[in-house]
């Protein structure tokens, strides 16, 4: 492996303080004895992107409900920036498959929305500046007073962006935030997330279904298997900073796809 | 017609002419069509009743309803006591409307919102809703009498069913994702219900409204005819008892008028409350 590239990626992901941490989270579903998630630990440093990926059942969306503190584990610590989690919080960000932006309201009234929530609407309007900063960072800029109906997909799932990064949040979970979109938007969306990460200094936490998705924006990669649901292996990424979907066609992302794909191909098998 | 290529398929061909059959139909103006049957309509009457094959006591002539519409619109005009009559009506309406909506919605948000409600107070709504609710109308003007209280009661009696069933329905049609949201930003239960969940149902709300517009309608007329009073629905009956059937067509006429400026009504405020909605028929915004 290529060293200088691997010391450029350390530096960036290892030397971050550590921002979320899970430490021995298991989730029992009481009412059918279900283990969902069996002792997963892990911690997500200051800036770095990390993603999990498994197949279907592998309780990677109820590791994620349990991050966003939509539900509680069974057992286990979960503590994000040295409190532990109880509950939705504003520090925790959040994006989903669908934009769900809501139709009556302008694009920065929908980005305000979590700000008119747990503060208010004074301090909301009071929000919109930073509301019109954001859209321009995202690259929307003049869509400000445009209704959703009148965006299209990756321009809605960019406003999504602004609308979860409007509270400041010291992490960002994103629950397979481009699916629904045509595979060329999702490239060029996946680039616009790393640019804005990197911009913003974020903590991501990416949950997919595709690998190669993972691989090119993640430094470090949660393989998990179902029946219970673990955590088999973290792959670490070692491409260098900025990633371009130039990458993708290189040997080594090729390398790291392959070893990802057998891993989970094992999980099928048993 | 740019398809004239002379390799292009037999079936093409075919598709091309089959296209333009339909186009030609699609290309009338709705207004042209319609008028098309109302002279189509209009004709058969007159050519029914002029033929002798229907008792102008059953049917009077298009001729002879025109002319009675235009004496009725004098009166009203004229401030007559057909206006009287009308106007108790319209209050009739108006207060049934306003109550029905009162009910309808606090029913709905009262099933559609909450466990207790969805659990225990649906099934009853449900069973009372399936009654013929018309024959309640005796009731009514034995608990309320002959003035416009039992008339309000039955208009909106049958006019809330469909806004509870509306607002309850359009209460669940927020979508997962939404509520995951709200959950995600530590929404308090108002706040989902204000911030979302109602402006995502207002769609189905306003349907409710539009169908208990028209109950409203005919409501207050059947309340009428039942329960005596001195509105509209009076003068229909007894128009009806003395066999002058053009004035019975005209008064309903005059009535359809009411009606159709109610359900306008909320169309109009429909269109722009829920400004983002656009209507199509049979289905939802994804």
């Avoid at chain 1, 920065?108 to 503060?119: F, G, K």
């Avoid at chain 2, 296209?19 to 050519?47: C, E, N």
Wanted: aromatic fraction near 8%.
């Amino acid at each position: 492996m290529n060293s200088a590239i691997a010391t450029q990626a350390h530096s960036g992901a290892q030397l971050g303080a550590p921002v979320y941490e899970l430490s021995n989270v298991s989730k029992t579903y009481a009412r059918n004895q279900v283990v969902a998630l069996d002792d997963v630990s892990l911690t997500l440093r200051k800036s770095s992107f990390s993603s999990v990926i498994g197949s279907s059942g592998c309780g990677k969306s109820t590791l994620l409900k349990i991050m966003a503190g939509l539900i509680p584990p069974t057992s286990g610590r979960v503590v994000l920036q040295d409190r532990p989690v109880t509950g939705p919080r504003r520090d925790i960000g959040m994006m989903f498959q669908h934009a769900t932006l809501f139709p009556w309201r302008t694009a920065v009234e929908n980005i305000v929305l979590p700000i008119e929530i747990r503060d208010g609407r004074a301090a909301a309007k009071k929000a919109l500046e930073k509301a019109h900063e954001l859209l321009d960072i995202v690259g929307l800029k003049g869509f400000e007073n445009v209704y959703p109906n009148e965006l299209s997909g990756g321009m809605a799932q960019r406003a999504s962006i602004c609308r979860m990064l409007i509270t400041e949040p010291a992490v960002l979970l994103l629950d397979e935030p481009f699916s629904a979109l045509d595979e060329l938007s999702r490239d060029m969306m996946n680039m616009e997330l790393q640019r804005i990460c990197r911009e913003q200094h974020a903590t991501a936490f990416l949950v997919t279904h595709s690998i190669q998705e993972a691989v090119i924006l993640s430094d470090h990669i949660y393989v998990m298997k179902p029946r219970p649901g673990r955590l088999a292996e973290i792959v670490e990424v070692d491409l260098p900073r900025p990633r371009t979907l130039d990458m993708m066609t290189t040997p080594k992302f090729g390398a790291i796809v392959d070893y990802i794909r057998g891993l989970l191909d094992k999980g099928e098998d048993m | 017609m740019s398809v004239t290529q002379t390799d292009q398929p037999r079936d093409t061909a075919q598709d091309t002419v089959w296209v333009q059959d339909v186009s030609f139909i699609d290309s009338i103006p709705r207004s042209v069509a319609m008028t098309f049957v109302l002279l189509v309509f209009i004709g058969s009457w007159q050519m029914a009743t002029s033929l002798g094959l229907v008792s102008p006591i059953i049917l009077p002539t298009p001729l002879e309803t025109l002319q009675d519409m235009i004496f009725v619109g004098k009166n009203l005009l004229t401030g007559g006591y057909m206006l009287e009559a009308l106007w108790i009506t319209l209050k009739e309406v108006f207060y049934g409307f306003a109550l029905a909506i009162f009910l309808g919605f606090t029913l709905g948000v009262l099933v559609g919102e909450t466990a207790f409600g969805e659990k225990a107070v649906m099934p009853y709504l449900v069973a009372i809703d399936t009654m013929p609710k018309v024959a309640f109308a005796p009731l009514f003007v034995a608990w309320l009498g002959f003035g416009i209280e039992s008339k309000v009661a039955l208009a909106a009696f049958i006019a809330t069913f469909p806004i509870v069933v509306g607002t309850a329905a359009g209460l669940h049609a927020a979508d997962e994702n939404a509520r995951m949201l709200f959950k995600t930003m530590g929404a308090s239960r108002m706040q989902t219900l204000i911030k979302m969940k109602l402006p995502t149902g207002l769609p189905q709300i306003f349907t409710g409204l539009k169908i208990g517009a028209v109950g409203v309608m005919a409501g207050a007329i059947t309340g009428e005819f039942l329960g005596g009073g001195k509105g509209f629905g009076e003068l229909i009956r007894i128009a009806a008892s003395q066999l002058n059937t053009p004035r019975v067509f005209s008064l309903i006429l005059y009535l359809s008028l009411v009606g159709l400026a109610l359900y306008v009504l909320v169309t109009w405020t429909q269109r722009k409350v829920v400004f983002w909605h656009k209507e199509r028929v049979g289905a939802h915004d994804g």
